[in-house]
């Protein structure tokens, strides 16, 4: 079955440092995004791209960046982590157009010590 | 923007109970709405969606209705069970390119 996997699942970093969070999905969409989830604030959207080579900002994409070189693969990267940056992050995949399904992986809690 | 507005929790019930989750929402247009559930420790899940005026969507036992003379899209289940105990968001997509706007969720709790 097609799926979404992020890695990793859990990880502790420290203040300063730069993070990596995989995303690899097997549906062969073209649209991927990155969520954070804060008590509170629900999800909000922190990078997306629409195919390779692609990416866009969110509404909060400060400190992160994403690079888009294949279908499959979304990386988000945590330039140098902040304790702000404290949260569970979810990848998410989709075909194109605005009703279409959203599937998201089981998500990433990272901690910034 | 666009903007989703949902009942804050926690909602506490016993099975067999009546659930509803109020959701408005702002956006231009005609955005598509759907309602995604997260179970403990999991990533979201599609419940349930529409994708136009007086469309009513439903899975396992949940409903919802796209009013757009009210622009809500209330989420309904006549009787829950501890297993429906998980967080609920209600989201909406407007912009081309499928980008979802969420609300905050609203955790639902179901005792025995």
């Known amino acids: 079955d097609a799926e979404i996997t992020q890695s990793p699942r859990h990880k502790i970093t420290e203040t300063g440092r730069q993070v990596t969070l995989a995303c690899h999905q097997t549906?062969?969409?073209?649209?991927m995004f990155w969520y954070r989830q804060d008590l509170g604030h629900g999800l909000r959207l922190i990078h997306y791209?629409?195919?390779?080579?692609?990416?866009n900002k969110g509404e909060v994409s400060d400190g992160y960046s994403v690079s888009r070189s294949n279908t499959e693969d979304l990386p988000l990267t945590l330039e140098s982590a902040a304790s702000s940056q404290t949260s569970v992050y979810f990848c998410a995949s989709s075909e194109g157009g605005s009703g279409n399904t959203i599937y998201f992986g089981e998500g990433s809690w990272l901690t910034v010590v | 923007g666009n903007s989703v507005t949902q009942m804050e929790g926690p909602v506490t019930l016993s099975e067999e109970a009546f659930l509803t989750i109020n959701c408005t929402y702002t956006?231009?247009?005609?955005?598509?709405l759907f309602w995604y559930v997260q179970y403990p420790g999991e990533g979201l899940q599609l419940l349930l969606k529409a994708t136009k005026a007086d469309d009513k969507g439903s899975n396992k036992g949940f409903e919802a209705t796209y009013r757009k003379e009210t622009t809500s899209f209330h989420l309904e289940k006549g009787s829950v069970q501890v297993s429906d105990s998980a967080v609920y968001f209600c989201?909406?997509?407007?912009?081309?390119?499928?980008?979802?706007?969420f609300g905050g969720g609203t955790r639902v709790l179901v005792k025995p």
């Open positions: 956006a231009t247009g005609y955005p598509s």
């Open positions: 549906w062969n969409h073209n649209n």
């Open positions: 791209s629409y195919g390779v080579q692609d990416t």
């Open positions: 989201a909406l997509n407007r912009a081309a390119g499928n980008k979802l706007t």
